[in-house]
């Protein structure tokens, strides 16, 4: 077997996380913007709260620093260059949105266009800001939450997309018998 080993640098490519990826959009006085984020997750189901972790150095941030809302657009298999395109380029450079041709389509209560054909979106006005070192959590309350049943959403980990692979089955039942029989003990 295989002994676990420190993991000297914590950096993405250490560590070992599997996350989704979304696409984060936002409009400030005109400026649009889209940037790809797998530290993007729901942080409360009752009211249901979305949070997303920007970095310091993004072009996003400071536009998200002042924006009252933003778009979540979670992306699907067909999608993983859009996560690409969004997460290797940056606003301050390039439109990413014109020269990669994304594909986007209107919100309903937010100005931030969403990504056409993702897997889900969220519309979210911004609830809470907190800075945690290098990241700032924005915390979202959908407006609107749409998902399309035929679409799955991706993952990513250690700077590759995958898509969902073979379902790992668990026994329930053992759990169940390990349980009554402590119980006895
Ligand atoms: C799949 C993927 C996920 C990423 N996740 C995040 C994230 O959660 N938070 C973050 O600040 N940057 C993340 N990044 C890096 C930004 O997307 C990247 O720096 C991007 O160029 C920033 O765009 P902007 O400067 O236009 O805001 C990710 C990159 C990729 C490729």
Known sequence: MCPMQPLAQLDREAWRFINSVSVITVCVDGVVNAMSAEWCAPVSLKPPLIGVFVGEERFTRPLIERAATFGVS?????????????????????????????????????????????????????????????????????????????????????????????????????LEAQLLEGERR
């Open 74 to 174: 979670l992306l699907a298999e067909d999608q993983a260059w859009i996560g690409r395109a969004c997460g290797r380029y940056s606003g301050r450079a390039v439109n990413k949105i014109e020269a990669f041709r994304i594909p986007i389509e209107p919100a309903h209560y937010i100005e931030a266009p969403l990504i056409a054909g993702a897997a889900a979106q969220f519309e979210c006005r911004v609830v809470d800001r907190r800075a945690y070192g290098s990241h700032l959590l924005v915390v979202g309350e959908p407006l609107r939450a749409v998902g399309n049943p035929a679409k799955r959403a991706i993952a990513y980990s250690r700077g590759r997309f995958y898509a969902l692979g073979t379902e790992i089955p668990v026994d329930e039942s053992v």
